[in-house]
C-alpha cells in the first residue's frame, strides 16, 4: 500500500493510554499517515459518534470505555442494562473523552475502535485501497 499525504487517517487517542500508544506506534511502524486528536482536549460530538458508529458496524455499547474510572463513578453499566437509548448514550460519551473507547481510527468508510492488531492488518494493510482521507 502506498501513502502519501493525502492518505490520511484520524486517530484519536489519549496520549497517557498504553493502548493508545501501542497503536500509534504500530500506525507509524507500518508508514501509515495520519491526523492525530486527543480524545479529551478535542471529544468527539454525539453526531461524529453516531457516524463513526454506523460506519464501524459495532453495537453502540462498545463505543464506552468499560475499564475507565469516569464509567464505573457514573454507573453506567447499569444505565446500559436498564435501556439507554443509542442517542442517549452518544450524548453521554460527548461529555467526557474519558468515556470513550480509545484509540479510534476513522477512515472514509471505516471505522476502528479499540487496538486489535490482527483487525488493524486487515483493514489498514489489506484492504489498502480502503484507507484514504476521512
Known amino acids: 500500500m502506498s501513502t502519501s499525504s493525502e492518505t490520511s487517517l484520524l486517530f484519536v487517542e489519549y496520549p497517557k ?38 460506519l464501524s458496524g459495532l453495537e453502540f455499547k462498545r463505543f464506552f470505555n468499560t475499564s475507565g474510572k469516569l464509567y464505573r463513578e457514573l454507573e453506567v453499566k447499569a444505565k446500559l442494562d436498564a435501556g439507554m437509548t443509542q442517542e442517549e448514550a452518544f450524548e453521554l460519551l460527548a461529555t467526557n473523552g474519558m468515556l470513550v473507547k480509545r484509540p479510534i481510527v476513522v477512515g472514509r468508510d471505516f471505522v476502528l475502535v479499540g487496538f486489535k492488531e490482527a483487525e488493524w492488518e486487515d483493514k489498514l494493510l489489506l484492504e489498502g485501497s480502503e484507507v484514504t482521507a476521512v
Do not use: M, Q
Request: glycine share 2%.
Open 17 to 54: 493510554c498504553s493502548t493508545c500508544k501501542k497503536a500509534k506506534k504500530w500506525l507509524d511502524e507500518h508508514g501509515l499517515s495520519y491526523i492525530d486528536r486527543h480524545i479529551v482536549e478535542d471529544n468527539p460530538s454525539a453526531a461524529e459518534l453516531l457516524e463513526w458508529h454506523e
